[in-house]
């Protein structure tokens, strides 16, 4: 999942992968449809088409009020026969479903901007722990989200990751077990998954960091599920603290260091590192605005959308 949060206010609509079959639009213009109660905004357009999401299973663009979603992952559904407006129909597709309620809970709740001079360390943890803390309160305004939010955490996330799998364990570093514990553990105490079917992944981040450092970093993201989705400063804070957990320096980007540099055998931002693809490009969602971004977005004050208007739509039990 490459970079599926994107800040940038220049970037375009999908070019890769134009929407041209009528199934594919009908299919975007019905998703479109559903998404105001699920994000309760009503300004959203969705478009999914075999290659959109640009690069990730789907992605979120706040400055266009957008979401992709590769149309890859409704796992050969013919899109001529979706019908999400039917609330049975969402099981047949359920990954797909969940990475547009992922998508939406985004829209509505990753408000907070890291502010200029941040530092990026600190920044980019705060961003993994973003993905646990939007599903948790996701979950808390609509319950009924937790089952594709869950089908999609499954299947392309620990199913992918290779941490159930013992022989593909095998180099994990402080920096992985980090990463599989934000993205996985976490998740557990948000009310997606289940303690039993991450009982592998447990097993090796704690062996990894040890006892105490697990339960430190527990503490951490249960504490980000209760942050407000406009408290930047929590958000920065807690990242800092998870950087000094694992031993990280909270004021170098991932990646930048002697021993991190993109590309390098081992690194989890590329996909070779023993966490598998799936945590890796997880983890390259979360890279948000660059620091040009960012000031533009002070300069400019907060962002801004509309509310969806609840008396305009009943809510329909996991919808």
């Not at 980090?178 to 447990?202: K, S």
């Not at 931002?269 to 533009?296: I, K, N, Q, S, Y």
């Given at each position: 999942?490459?970079?599926?949060?994107?800040?940038?206010?220049?970037?375009?609509?999908?070019?890769?992968?134009?929407?041209?079959?009528?199934a594919?639009?009908?299919?975007?213009?019905?998703?479109?449809?559903?998404?105001?109660?699920?994000?309760?905004?009503?300004?959203?357009?969705?478009?999914?088409?075999?290659?959109?999401g640009?690069?990730?299973?789907?992605?979120?663009?706040?400055?266009?009020?957008?979401?992709?979603?590769?149309?890859?992952?409704?796992?050969?559904?013919?899109?001529?026969?979706?019908?999400?407006?039917?609330?049975?129909?969402?099981?047949?597709?359920?990954?797909?479903?969940?990475?547009l309620?992922?998508?939406?809970?985004?829209?509505?709740?990753?408000v907070?901007?890291?502010?200029?001079?941040?530092?990026?360390?600190?920044?980019?943890?705060?961003?993994?722990?973003?993905?646990?803390?939007?599903?948790?309160?996701?979950?808390?305004?609509?319950?009924?989200?937790?089952?594709?939010?869950?089908?999609?955490?499954?299947?392309?996330?620990?199913?992918?990751?290779?941490?159930?799998?013992?022989?593909?364990?095998?180099g994990?570093?402080?920096?992985?077990?980090?990463?599989?514990?934000?993205?996985?553990?976490?998740?557990?105490?948000?009310g997606?998954?289940?303690?039993?079917?991450?009982?592998?992944?447990?097993?090796?981040?704690?062996?990894?960091?040890?006892?105490?450092?697990?339960?430190?970093?527990?503490?951490?993201?249960?504490?980000?599920?209760?942050?407000?989705?406009?408290?930047?400063?929590?958000?920065?804070?807690?990242?800092?603290?998870?950087?000094?957990?694992?031993?990280?320096?909270?004021?170098?980007?991932?990646?930048?260091?002697?021993?991190?540099?993109?590309?390098?055998?081992?690194?989890?931002?590329?996909?070779?590192?023993?966490?598998?693809?799936?945590?890796?490009?997880?983890?390259?969602?979360?890279?948000?605005?660059?620091?040009?971004?960012?000031?533009?977005?002070?300069?400019?004050?907060?962002?801004?959308?509309?509310?969806?208007?609840?008396?305009?739509?009943?809510h329909?039990?996991?919808?």
């Amino acid at each position: 999942m490459s970079t599926h949060l994107i800040t940038d206010p220049t970037a375009a609509p999908t070019t890769a992968a134009p929407v041209t079959g009528p199934a594919w639009l009908a299919l975007s213009a019905a998703m479109t449809d559903e998404v105001p109660v699920i994000a309760d905004r009503d300004d959203l357009l969705v478009t999914i088409a075999p290659g959109a999401g640009r690069g990730a299973p789907a992605c979120f663009l706040p400055a266009l009020a957008r979401i992709e979603v590769n149309g890859y992952h409704l796992g050969g559904v013919d899109p001529a026969t979706v019908a999400p407006h039917r609330i049975g129909d969402r099981a047949r597709y359920g990954p797909a479903w969940g990475l547009l309620v992922h998508e939406c809970a985004h829209a509505a709740h990753s408000v907070w901007e890291a502010p200029p001079g941040a530092p990026p360390g600190a920044v980019a943890a705060a961003e993994e722990l973003e993905e646990s803390r939007i599903e948790a309160v996701q979950v808390v305004r609509r319950p009924d989200d937790r089952r594709w939010l869950r089908a999609s955490a499954t299947h392309l996330i620990l199913d992918e990751s290779g941490l159930v799998d013992p022989a593909r364990r095998l180099g994990m570093t402080r920096a992985d077990a980090g990463r599989a514990a934000a993205l996985l553990l976490a998740r557990v105490d948000a009310g997606i998954l289940n303690p039993d079917e991450v009982e592998p992944v447990a097993l090796v981040v704690t062996e990894v960091l040890g006892g105490a450092t697990a339960t430190v970093l527990r503490e951490i993201w249960t504490a980000a599920h209760a942050t407000a989705d406009t408290d930047a400063e929590a958000m920065i804070d807690l990242g800092r603290r998870w950087c000094d957990a694992l031993g990280t320096d909270p004021a170098t980007a991932p990646g930048t260091g002697p021993d991190g540099a993109p590309g390098t055998a081992g690194d989890p931002t590329d996909g070779t590192g023993p966490t598998g693809g799936a945590v890796a490009d997880e983890r390259r969602d979360l890279r948000r605005a660059p620091p040009h971004r960012r000031r533009r977005r002070a300069r400019a004050g907060p962002r801004r959308h509309r509310r969806h208007p609840r008396h305009r739509h009943r809510h329909r039990p996991g919808g």
